[in-house]
């Protein structure tokens, strides 16, 4: 059964809230079949067409749940949200539509909040990596094959010890194939380390 937008938005944080109605009418149905459990860490596949709002689905409680720590000067340097697409394309367009939203929420807020988004392919410079070491993106952005190759990286893989949330898009593209074979693996190894990961 759906949730009630009123549960929603009782978890809402009072600037996530004020974001998504400057955006939106009302809740989608995958966000109200979703949004709530993915709050409550419940492993979940969400199935919508094209545009049905599928994304924001799965961050729209990790957002909310990062900002509330922001808010509360409690955000650690570490990775809390790992999201996973077959598509570097893809990876890009979620970083902007990521960040854009991050900042208007900092404009709602009044303040930084300081949430860091990175992507990680094939493609990132040895300095965009050095510096993701350093300063290890809340929410990382990557492909299969780049996920493997952090989970054996004896320097990073430090930063996925305590991962909340893993998001998979596009699984349909991947469930058939050697890269779905081999994202399966490595999820089983980012859920052995990280001990209480919700897959979305």
């Given at each position: 059964e759906p949730n009630k937008p009123e549960e929603i938005l009782a978890v809402l944080n009072p600037v996530v809230k004020q974001w998504f109605f400057s955006r939106f009418k009302e809740f989608s149905l995958p966000q109200l079949f979703g949004v709530?459990?993915?709050?409550?860490?419940?492993?979940?596949?969400?199935?919508?067409?094209?545009?049905?709002t599928k994304t924001l689905t799965g961050f729209?409680?990790?957002?909310?749940?990062?900002?509330?720590?922001a808010q509360k000067n409690a955000l650690e340097d570490r990775i809390y949200c790992v999201y996973v697409s077959?598509?570097?394309a893809l990876n890009q367009d979620i970083a902007v539509n990521l960040v854009e939203?991050?900042?208007?929420m900092e404009k709602l807020a009044g303040k930084e909040l300081g949430i860091r988004v990175a992507v990680r392919t094939g493609d990132t410079s040895a300095a965009e990596k050095s510096k993701m070491l350093k300063y290890p993106p809340h929410i990382l952005i990557t492909t299969p094959e780049?996920?493997?190759?952090?989970?054996?990286?004896?320097r990073f893989v430090n930063h996925l010890t305590r991962v909340e949330w893993c998001i998979v898009d596009?699984?349909?593209?991947?469930?058939?194939?050697k890269r779905g074979t081999h994202l399966s693996l490595s999820l089983e190894r980012l859920q052995q380390l990280s001990s209480g990961m919700t897959r979305i």
């Open positions: 709530m459990e993915i709050h409550s860490r419940n492993n979940i596949l969400v199935s919508a067409p094209t545009g049905a729209l409680s990790i957002l909310n749940e990062l900002v509330d720590a077959p598509l570097k939203p991050l900042k208007e780049s996920l493997a190759i952090v989970l054996s990286s004896s596009e699984v349909h593209a991947l469930a058939e194939n």
